[in-house]
């Protein structure tokens, strides 16, 4: 009793210490967000220099004003203004630096001997196949010269293609040992693996792309990919055959990816059903048919085709319970598991692992790295106790994901992701109230009939009966239901402005 006072005091003071510094982060992360978007806005960088003292001076006077100054209204408004400055500042900071190392004109169309390494799953389509090279050195004419750090290059299956497939009718056995046939022969693309070292000549230009409202943004891709350039394999009867180097497990991950896609393709007979598995499976979304995704996408399911955060957090909400029912049945084995580390934070994080490793092995793709940075900060949130209000939460999880990708702000999933994400949050209170209300009120007229009847021991029975295989599921469905609705028409308004379309049937087709 006598530390009942005490720990009343203490709970207290953890609850007020928590309001007060949720109230003071959300209008720092705002600031932050805020300050991103402007520099997102800017027509011409400034110079490196001009970028750098703002984020001293955004640095130093936070600094300051967390020491010095009580949380005020005038002290909020001041850090979420120095907060826009700080994010301001090293978004257009990291800019520069980016720029920098862009392609020169002069070496634009270029025929350039290159010796890299391929870095990930190369994309096979019908016209070739597309790989990412991290350079390691480059001559023109002999000549050493300096290339971005990471190019994305085409190999193009040409007229050597077709002398390829049919050398029986064009050439004959003779001909084919000839240096010009061999030449033709150089121009079919060969087979690809990452980790692979090559060296070819390419030709190169700075990345392009179409300006259409509504498409694909293929140089803002680039950007977030960190790729500076795109070209293609020169491999004419002119040009240095390519050359494997050697092979490496350099980036086992890929290497391992590409070996399902294989597989999934050698296994499955119907194309089209592969494709979709790859996409799912790998991340591979060139895989899919063009016919299929136009059905995709006049259904309102093109989305799913995609390995997005929807597939990553139910794949790490899987992976937590299995992992917590298996360490909760841990003691049969090992009793001290769950004294060390009990089972709802070993479940918590062994998910957000997986969930990692599941995103990574599904490309790493930058939906999927919004879906964990967010999974992470709500795990490392709820495993320190701190119980903030969802605004914070949210906006945190957000902040987050625009420090490490300031870009994914001009992309349309962020925003139809944390919006989603948001909606559900604001609308999650009201349901769960008019839950706890219904359950309520259920158990109460089974308390009331429990009382007043004879067969209390078949009543209990039927009760769990009815409550658990009947109830349950229905509230499940209902929940489901309330949810994919809310999101629905919450979306629908911004699908209309970011695409100038929606799906009628979208929502049957999603529930």
Not at 379 to 399: D, I
Request: glycine share 8%; proline share 5%; hydrophobic share 50%.
């Amino acid at each position: 009793m006598s530390f009942t006072p005490t720990l009343t005091s203490t709970t207290r003071a953890k609850a007020s210490t928590e309001q007060s510094v949720s109230g003071f982060l959300s209008p720092v992360l705002l600031g932050m967000i805020a300050g991103v978007c402007l520099q997102l806005q800017q027509r011409a960088l400034f110079s490196a220099p001009v970028y750098g003292a703002m984020v001293l001076v955004g640095l130093l006077s936070m600094l300051v004003m967390v020491l010095r100054c009580r949380p005020t209204l005038a002290g909020v408004f001041g850090a979420a203004l120095l907060s826009g400055l700080l994010s301001f500042g090293a978004t257009g900071w990291r800019a520069v630096l980016f720029a920098e190392t862009a392609l020169s004109p002069l070496l634009e169309g270029q025929n350039i001997l290159v010796t890299g390494q391929v870095t990930a799953m190369p994309q096979v389509g019908e016209d070739g196949v597309r790989f990412r090279l991290a350079i390691d050195s480059a001559r023109l004419n002999g000549q050493a010269v300096v290339l971005p750090a990471q190019v994305y290059l085409g190999w193009y299956s040409g007229f050597g293609g077709h002398v390829a497939k049919n050398a029986s009718f064009a050439l004959t056995e003779s001909d084919l040992e000839t240096p010009e046939a061999s030449l033709e022969l150089q121009r079919q693309p060969q087979p690809l693996r990452a980790g692979e070292r090559w060296q070819m000549t390419v030709r190169l230009k700075a990345p392009h792309g179409n300006s259409n409202p509504h498409g694909f943004d293929y140089e803002l891709w680039l950007w977030e990919q960190g790729v500076q350039a795109t070209g293609y394999v020169r491999a004419g009867v002119h040009d240095t055959p390519p050359q494997k180097l050697a092979s490496s497990w350099a980036h086992p991950i890929e290497r391992a990816r590409q070996a399902v896609r294989e597989a999934i393709f050698d296994r499955v007979p119907n194309r089209q059903i592969a494709g979709v598995l790859a996409a799912l499976v790998v991340g591979d979304q060139n895989a899919i048919e063009r016919t299929d995704w136009d059905i995709f996408r006049a259904t309102g399911v093109a989305h799913l085709m995609s390995i997005s955060g929807l597939h990553i957090t139910m794949f790490a909400w899987a992976a937590s319970l299995l992992l917590g029912g298996l360490w909760r049945r841990s003691h049969a084995v090992t009793p001290s598991l769950c004294l060390y580390w009990p089972a709802s934070s070993a479940a918590a994080w062994g998910g957000l692992v997986l969930a990692t490793l599941y995103a990574l092995f599904s490309g790493w793709g930058l939906p999927a790295q919004r879906t964990i940075w967010m999974l992470a900060t709500v795990v490392a949130l709820r495993q320190s106790g701190r119980q903030w209000p969802w605004p914070v939460v949210w906006l945190l999880a957000m902040a987050v994901v625009v420090a490490l990708d300031p870009w994914a702000l001009l992309q349309a999933g962020f925003w139809l992701s944390f919006v989603a994400v948001g909606i559900l949050f604001a609308s999650d209170s009201g349901a769960t109230h008019a839950f706890k209300t219904a359950d309520t009120g259920q158990n109460a007229i089974f308390n009331t009939l429990e009382k007043a009847s004879r067969w209390r021991t078949c009543w209990r029975c039927l009760h769990h009966l009815f409550f658990r295989f009947l109830l349950r599921p229905l509230k499940a469905l209902r929940s489901a239901a309330r949810e994919q609705w809310v999101v629905t028409l919450a979306l629908t308004p911004l699908s209309l402005l970011l695409f100038n379309q929606v799906s009628v049937v979208g929502l049957l087709a999603n529930a």
